[in-house]
């Protein structure tokens, strides 16, 4: 069964990093979008950044500038660098898989993995 499986997330102090990483299994990513999205306490889920197949990335304008998403087609791991972190950033955040190479909006994408909690303190 095709999964995609988070990690990485937990407790930091603002101004501090994380490091996110989705292992995907059961199949390639190449040829398809991968994305994070993260969902807020009370919150919609919202858009956070976007790897296009042909190298090309998108951020949300709320991280711009701190965080970087990566991939790594061989490993079939995608990895959301986050720096500077600020407690608005605190949320559960999901690694997507989409539905063809350019997608980002959240309907584009058809797989999703389980979430992962990062949490931000003051």
């Known amino acids: 069964q095709v999964q995609l499986v988070e990690s990485g997330g937990g407790l930091v102090q603002a101004g501090g990093s994380l490091r996110l990483s989705c292992a995907a299994s059961?199949?390639?990513?190449?040829?398809?979008?991968m994305a994070w999205f993260r969902q807020a306490p009370g919150k919609e889920r919202e858009f956070v950044a976007t790897?296009?197949?042909?190298?090309?990335?998108y951020y949300a304008d709320s991280v711009k500038g701190r965080f970087t998403i990566s991939r790594d087609n061989a490993k079939i791991t995608v990895y959301l660098q986050m720096n500077s972190l600020k407690p608005e950033d605190t949320a559960v955040y999901y690694c997507?898989?989409?539905?063809?190479?350019?997608?980002?909006?959240?309907?584009?994408?058809?797989?999703w993995g389980q979430g992962t909690q990062v949490t931000v303190s003051p």
């Open positions: 997507a898989k989409g539905k063809h190479p350019w997608a980002r909006e959240s309907l584009e994408f058809d797989l």
């Open positions: 059961g199949r390639t990513f190449g040829s398809y979008a």
């Open positions: 790897s296009w197949s042909d190298g090309r990335t």
